[in-house]
């Protein structure tokens, strides 16, 4: 099992910026994938941005530019840095860590961006 906790998000106006942060633990296998999700009302979970235990980053097409993913794979620990935010940027962001065999969520945390 694999536990992961979500800090960060809130309430900010549109063109600023939020950090997420996750911390992983529990059976940690080193090579993984941790990224970012996002789920808006009707809409569904959809990936923003991860990172691979090599250190190759996907970025949503939306958010390429805007984003930042980095990780401390010595912590288990992935960082979400969201700058020139939007308002449809809105929803919840759940941290997620995945190997080849396996696939685990955080709880969300809530992103609001107000124009």
């Known amino acids: 099992q694999v536990q992961l906790v979500e800090s960060g998000g809130g309430l900010v106006q549109a063109g600023g910026s939020l950090r997420l942060s996750c911390a992983a633990s529990?059976?940690?296998?080193?090579?993984?994938?941790m990224g970012w999700y996002r789920q808006a009302p009707g809409n569904q979970r959809e990936l923003v941005a991860e990172i691979t235990w090599r250190g190759i980053r996907n970025y949503a097409d939306s958010v390429k530019g805007r984003y930042t993913i980095s990780r401390d794979s010595a912590k288990n620990t992935v960082d979400l840095q969201m700058d020139s935010l939007k308002p449809e940027d809105t929803a919840v962001y759940y941290c997620n860590y995945k190997t080849t065999v396996s696939m685990y969520w955080g709880q969300g945390t809530q992103v609001t961006v107000s124009s």
């Open positions: 529990g059976s940690i296998f080193s090579l993984n994938t």
